[in-house]
Structure formats: C-alpha cells, structure tokens
C-alpha cells in the first residue's frame, strides 16, 4: 500500500532563517506530488505542485520555492523565512488513475 | 478561476442525528469533488471521491452527492456520533497537465453533543 510520510512535524523558526521540509512517498511511482499550506483563518491552498522530476509548478507568487530531487522526494524550501510563512503545511500526492489526492500528516511551521 | 464555499461554517448536533454538509463551486468543469476529515492539528484523511461522470458515493454511514450543473455537492452522515465530530472539507479537482489541482472550501466545524 501507499504511504506519504512528512517531516518534522512541528517547526519554530526565526524570521530570516532558511527552511526545508520533506516530504517522501511509499509504494508507487511516477506521483503526482504537492505542497498546500492552511494559514491561520485562511483555507488551504495549493503552493506547487509536480508532475515529474525536476518538473515544479507554482501556483502563487510567494517566498518560498520547491524541488523534486528524486521521483517519490518533494521538498519544500525558503532562504529567508517571513512571518508570513507561518502555517500548517501539507503534502499531498495522486496518481494518474483516479485522481484521488492523499495528504500527509502536516507541518506546523511557526516563525517568530 | 474556481471557488468553492462551505456553508455553514460551524454545526452542532445531538448525537444520533443525521448530518448535512454543502459545498458549492464556480466552476462546472470541475474534473472530481473530494471531501476530507481533518482533525485538530493534524491532516487531512479522504473520505469520498466522485469523478465528475459519477452523481454519488457511498461509504458506511457517508453519502457525497454531485450535481455539476448547480455547482453543488452535499455530504450526509447518517446518525451522527461523538467521533464525527471535526473539520470536514470539500474541494473541487481539475487536471491540468496531469496533476490534479484541489480547490478548497473554508470548511465546516461540526460538533456532535454526547
């Protein structure tokens, strides 16, 4: 069976500090992969996603950036962290039959 | 662009009493609607699926239906119980070069009284 697994799963950081989440999948190739963070008072909403290796898309203009170094690893990153980074982030994956998206189990990221 | 909204944003029930959730969206070429459990804290668990060919899904004590033309999808939970009780979300998928995009409504709290 397919498993996501994510990682740390909470995270205090100081504004200015780099950041990198991971996020790796078990049990299948070639996943559709993305990042979704739910902000305070705010739904969740896609950051990138990724239909390939070296292949990201983002979805909003924002501080951060991601990159899929290998096929089942998805990593989100930030040289200098905002305190508008803060939030619950999330990771997801789906493959390309029914499209059914499965989410990991989140990162609290809270920069202060 | 799509938009999906939940309403209500909060419910609370007596337990044993059967549960309404609606989802609305902008966008009729929605390619799969998705509803999600999440609990405090932690992520999100899938519940129901409908491809947008289907009208409805059923599992256990959950039925999701979909109804592209009016833009709606509603969730029932037959005889609701204290472990129901959580955050429950829908989100309306579209494929663009392969990978499923969810947009999320805000998401209704719902409490189920013991």
């Known amino acids: 069976s397919q498993t996501i697994h994510q990682w740390p799963a909470t995270l205090v950081q100081p504004v200015g500090s780099p950041l990198s989440l991971e996020c790796t999948v078990e049990?299948?190739?070639?996943?559709?992969l993305y990042w979704y963070r739910q902000a305070a008072g705010r739904g969740l909403q896609l950051l990138f996603y990724?239909?390939?290796?070296?292949?990201i898309s983002s979805e909003v203009p924002q501080n951060l950036s991601a990159s899929r170094p290998q096929d089942r690893q998805f990593i989100l990153s930030s040289k200098k962290l905002l305190l508008s980074d803060s939030g619950f982030y999330l990771c997801?994956?789906?493959?390309?039959?029914?499209?059914?998206?499965?989410f990991g189990s989140g990162t609290r990221l809270t920069v202060v | 662009k799509q938009e999906v909204t939940q309403i209500p944003a909060a419910l609370s029930v007596p337990e044993g009493e059967n549960l309404v959730l609606n989802c609305s969206f902008t966008?009729?070429?929605?390619?799969?609607l998705q509803w999600f459990r999440q609990d405090p804290g932690k992520g999100l668990t899938s519940l129901l699926l409908?491809?947008?060919?289907?009208r409805e899904q059923t599992s256990g004590r959950l039925n999701a239906s979909l109804d592209k033309s009016s833009g709606r999808s509603t969730l029932y939970i037959a005889a609701s119980q204290p472990g129901d009780s959580a955050t429950y979300l829908c989100?309306?998928?579209?494929?663009?070069?392969?990978?499923?995009?969810?947009?999320f409504g805000g998401g209704t709290r719902v409490l189920v009284k013991p």
């Open positions: 997801a994956w789906s493959d390309l039959g029914d499209r059914a998206s499965t």
């Open positions: 049990g299948t190739s070639n996943p559709n």
């Open positions: 990724s239909v390939g290796i070296g292949q």
């Open positions: 966008d009729s070429a929605i390619y799969n």
């Open positions: 409908i491809q947008s060919s289907q």
């Open positions: 989100a309306g998928g579209a494929i663009k070069a392969a990978g499923n995009k969810l947009t």
